[in-house]
């Protein structure tokens, strides 16, 4: 096998390779949810390294920085599913689509829009009437109740429902599908 030869880049070059002007930052594909799920996770993030500090340095760890940090990462990860339906980045297969005439296919996902959204509005009313059942518990280490944490996990339920009801209506009116936009998009989304 042949040895590739890399052009020698000097001290200066490497030094100056980030400096480009790439302008302003696009902040135009982050919806409120993503915000506040930023938020949440800089709140675990501080009460984790609070339990660490606390632990460690102090010898004397806080016990409701555990439980908080917890009920944080319940909420990031059920405002996140929200982010995944708004940009169509749920795992899903799609190998039967690249198969299907574009006609079919389309048809397909419209079919799969139908199925998630009963599914989202199911699960957003289960999640209320768990709410009605234990919704008034209240959290081990910290005089809070749980209802807290189950209202967030039912605004993101409501929210799923809400952004799949949004996609179908695109998918709809759009010549390309959620998920094909998604899938020519790269990371970046719709």
Same mark, same amino acid.
């Given at each position: 096998m042949?040895e590739?030869?890399?052009?020698q880049v000097s001290?200066?070059? *490497? ?5 480009e002007? #790439? $302008? ?8 409120v949810e993503?915000? @506040?799920? *930023?938020a949440?996770f800089? &709140?675990? !993030?501080?009460?984790?390294? /609070?339990q660490?500090f606390t632990r460690y340095a102090l010898?004397n760890s806080l ?6 940090? !917890?009920?944080c &990462?319940v909420v990031?990860?059920? /405002?996140g599913?929200v982010?995944c339906v ?8 799609d /190998? @039967?689509?690249?198969f299907l005439?574009?006609k079919?296919?389309r @048809?397909?996902? /419209?079919l799969?829009?139908f ?7 199911? #699960?957003?009313?289960?999640m ?9 518990e209240r959290m081990?280490t910290v005089? &809070?109740?749980r209802?807290y944490v189950f209202y #967030?996990?039912?605004a993101?339920?409501? &929210?799923?429902l !809400?952004r799949s009801v949004?996609?179908?209506v ?6 390309? #599908?959620?998920?094909e936009?998604?899938?020519?998009? $790269?990371i970046?989304?719709v």
């Amino acid at each position: 096998m042949k040895e590739q030869q890399h052009a020698q880049v000097s001290v200066e070059e *490497m030094a100056h390779a980030f400096e480009e002007d #790439t $302008g302003p930052a696009d902040l135009s594909s982050y919806a409120v949810e993503d915000w @506040l799920n *930023m938020a949440v996770f800089w &709140l675990m !993030a501080a009460c984790v390294f /609070l339990q660490f500090f606390t632990r460690y340095a102090l010898n004397n760890s806080l016990a409701w920085t555990e439980e908080i940090a !917890a009920n944080c &990462l319940v909420v990031i990860v059920f /405002l996140g599913s929200v982010m995944c339906v708004r940009m169509a980045r749920h795992i899903q297969v799609d /190998l @039967l689509y690249r198969f299907l005439p574009p006609k079919i296919g389309r @048809l397909l996902q /419209l079919l799969v829009d139908f199925i998630v959204i009963g599914f989202f509005a199911y #699960t957003t009313w289960l999640m209320w009437r768990y709410i009605a059942i234990v919704g008034n518990e209240r959290m081990v280490t910290v005089n &809070l109740p749980r209802g807290y944490v189950f209202y #967030t996990v039912f605004a993101a339920f409501a &929210l799923m429902l !809400a952004r799949s009801v949004q996609n179908f209506v695109r998918d709809m009116i759009n010549e390309k #599908t959620v998920r094909e936009q998604a899938s020519e998009s $790269g990371i970046q989304g719709v």
